[in-house]
Structures are given as structure tokens and as C-alpha cells.
């Protein structure tokens, strides 16, 4: 059984950092993409970062690019995402995303087969 687990979220101020990680278990993806998504109180999902299998090929949404870094370590099947600068408007669920086959994009809820349960990140202004 496949499980993605994140871990790292929590309260920080405005302007702090938080780094987020997601273990995976049930099956290796250090050949397939791994993201994050984040939801917003009252919002829909939104895409936040994504990296391809090989390290390269990295994706940021406009509102965290400058300011978040995804990585990942294959040999432990785990994807991190370094928070830095953050603002009240980044407060969210984050979801950690992972797939089992080959597709053309990184960005959309559907390009993924595997969703984490979530972890809550609250910035205080």
C-alpha cells in the first residue's frame, strides 16, 4: 500500500521558514515526479512545486517562486519543499503528490496518482 506522509508543518510569523517533508512508502518514485499542492481556508487546491525524476525539470507556481525550493532524495523516496519568506497569504493544507507512470505535465491534480494526508501551515502576520 502506497502512503505519502508529510511532516514539518506548523505556526510561524510572517517572514520565518518552514521546511516540509514527505516520505513515501509502498513503492520507490525516484523515476516519476513528485509535488506539493496547498489549500487555502475557503479555496480550491492550488498547485504550489513539482520536480521530475531526475532533479531537473522543476516547476513553481508564480505566488511561490523566489521563495520556496522543492527537492528530493531518491534513495529515501522522499520530496522536501524549503518555505522561506512567508506570509500570511501562504497559510494552507499542503499536500505532498506523487505518480506511478510517465505524463506530459506537473502542474494539474490529475497528473498525479498518490496524495499525502496533509499538513497545516499557519503564518501569522
Known amino acids: 500500500q502506497v502512503q505519502l506522509v508529510e511532516s514539518g508543518g506548523g505556526l510561524v510569523q510572517a517572514g520565518g521558514s518552514l521546511r516540509l517533508s514527505c516520505a513515501a512508502s509502498g513503492r520507490t518514485f525516484s523515476r516519476y515526479a513528485m509535488g506539493w499542492f496547498r489549500q487555502a481556508p475557503g479555496k480550491e487546491r492550488e498547485f504550489a512545486a513539482a520536480m521530475r525524476w531526475y532533479g531537473g525539470g522543476i516547476l513553481y507556481a508564480d505566488s511561490v517562486k523566489g521563495r520556496f525550493t522543492i527537492s528530493r532524495d531518491n534513495a529515501k523516496n522522499t520530496v522536501y519543499l524549503q518555505m522561506n519568506s512567508l506570509r500570511p497569504e501562504d497559510t494552507a493544507v499542503y499536500y505532498c503528490?506523487?505518480?506511478?507512470?510517465?505524463?506530459?505535465?506537473?502542474?494539474?491534480?490529475?497528473?498525479?496518482?498518490?496524495w499525502g494526508q496533509g499538513t497545516q501551515v499557519t503564518v501569522s502576520s
Open positions: 503528490v506523487a505518480r506511478s507512470r510517465q505524463r506530459a505535465g506537473v502542474s494539474g491534480p490529475d497528473d498525479y496518482d498518490y
